[in-house]
């Protein structure tokens, strides 16, 4: 059987794109909602949209899938002077503004492999993870999972989620 189909889509791919707004907007939503469904199995869904609110009007708006063809890794922010857009898999990075569209210049990385590297180096060395230190012992992750929980219930019960954020001491979130 398909391992993604015993998995459900949003503990599965939304833990990045929650991870990556929280960085870009340097803060939490403060709720949530979500729709997915199962296509190829009524267990568990394949595909998800999550829209997450932030204080001031701001809105994340996330999509998950394993049945689009295309394996897109996008993050695209728009703001009022114009729109970002980078495509993760291919690396490319474009501004739009009202004067045009431009490609702006992105070091090709490969972060997973070099995140492995340096983690296989710690150990070798017998060194503490730096630049790559982690302040947050374990709260980013708590946080990001408070958000997976809330847009599964906000799933299941058709309605706006309010996210209860653990109440932990204040670490940056950057």
């Known amino acids: 059987m398909n391992p993604q189909l015993q998995r459900e889509v949003i503990t599965d791919l939304a833990p990045h794109p929650f991870d990556i707004c929280n960085y870009v907007v340097n803060a939490w939503p403060d709720k949530v909602s979500c729709k997915g469904r199962g296509y190829r199995t009524k267990l568990n869904e394949e595909v998800a949209f999550i829209t997450a609110e932030h204080k001031g009007g701001l809105l994340a708006h996330i999509e998950l899938s394993w049945l689009d063809p ?5 993050v ?3 703001g009022s002077d114009g729109v970002a857009h980078l ?3 291919g ?3 474009f501004l739009e503004k009202n004067s045009g569209k431009r490609e702006l210049q992105v070091s090709p990385s490969n972060t997973l492999a070099s995140e492995i590297i340096h983690f296989t180096d710690c150990i070798r060395s017998k060194q503490d993870s ?3 230190s982690n302040h947050s012992d374990g709260i980013l992750g708590a946080r990001v999972v408070s958000l997976l929980e809330a847009s599964r219930e906000s799933m299941y019960q058709e309605r706006t989620i ?3 954020l653990p109440i932990l001491p204040e670490i940056p979130v950057r």
Do not use: A
Request: hydrophobic share 25%; charged share 30%.
């Open 162 to 164: 309010q996210v209860q």
């Open 130 to 132: 730096t630049p790559f």
């Open 91 to 93: 690396q490319k990075l």
């Open 76 to 78: 695209t922010i728009v």
């Open 87 to 89: 495509d993760c898999s």
């Open 70 to 74: 295309n394996k897109r890794r996008e």
